[in-house]
C-alpha cells in the first residue's frame, strides 16, 4: 500500500515536479497535492506519511510556511 503524502506548492509547474519525483522516482507514494495550506490543513485526519511544504507566501500575504509549520505542530504534533 503507497505512503500518502501531501505536497504545498502554489506553483504548479513545480509541483507537478515534485509529485512526479515522489510516484514515478522514488515509487511506493500516493501524492495528494494542494495549492493553498488552509485546504492541506483540512485533511490531516487523513494522517499523510509526509508533508512538504513549499517557502510558501499565501495569496493573502498574512501568513508564511512558517506559519503554516507552526499550524501544523499544533495539529499533528
Not at 500500500?1 to 504545498?8: G, L, N, R, S, T
Not at 509547474?13 to 515534485?18: A, G, I, P, S
Not at 515522489?22 to 485546504?39: K, S
Request: charged residues 30%; negative net charge.
Amino acid at each position: 500500500m503507497p505512503k500518502v503524502v501531501f505536497i504545498v506548492e502554489d506553483d504548479l509547474v513545480q509541483q507537478k515536479m515534485l509529485q512526479h519525483h515522489f510516484e514515478e522516482m522514488l515509487g511506493n507514494y500516493a501524492v495528494r497535492t494542494f495549492t493553498d495550506p488552509e485546504d492541506m490543513l483540512a485533511h490531516l485526519d487523513e494522517k499523510p506519511f509526509a508533508i512538504v511544504l513549499d517557502h510558501f507566501f499565501s495569496q493573502k500575504k498574512d501568513k508564511t510556511g512558517l506559519d503554516y509549520l507552526k499550524a501544523l505542530k499544533k495539529k499533528r504534533p
